[in-house]
């Protein structure tokens, strides 16, 4: 695997909420998305996810509040806590979640892994 350019790949997404794999490492795989508007309510029952905005501003709803994150800022929501990732204005994200997590917290619901 070569290196990443999280620009270049940045710039050939052109849906929100399609997030794209970028790299695998250790069980893990690495997703670059687009953020806008609202994603759906949802909780990753065995795992923590993670957000780290590249640009852009990112909210993430919790039960008990919101998270605001800007360019170079990430969160952790614990396993298990249901949250709401969304964008006014838009944003990209990395994302990296173990292998075959699906990004809804539900297999039926959840959108395909496509690498980019």
Not at 24 to 32: A, D, H, P, Q, S
Not at 42 to 58: E, I, K, S
Request: net charge negative.
């Amino acid at each position: 695997m070569g290196k990443v350019d999280l620009a270049s790949a940045l710039e050939r997404i052109d849906a929100p909420w399609s997030p794209r794999i970028v790299a695998r490492y250790n069980g893990n795989t690495v997703f670059l998305a687009k953020a806008l508007g609202e994603f759906v309510w949802h909780a990753h029952p065995d795992t923590d996810d993670l957000f780290l905005v590249v640009d852009g501003t990112l909210t993430i709803d919790l039960p008990d509040g919101a998270v605001e994150l800007g360019p170079g800022e990430l969160y952790v929501v614990p396993a298990g806590v249901e949250h709401r990732p969304r964008s006014e204005h838009g944003a990209s994200i990395l994302l990296i979640e173990p292998e075959g997590t699906p990004n809804t917290g539900d297999p039926a619901t959840a959108a395909p892994e496509v690498e980019l």
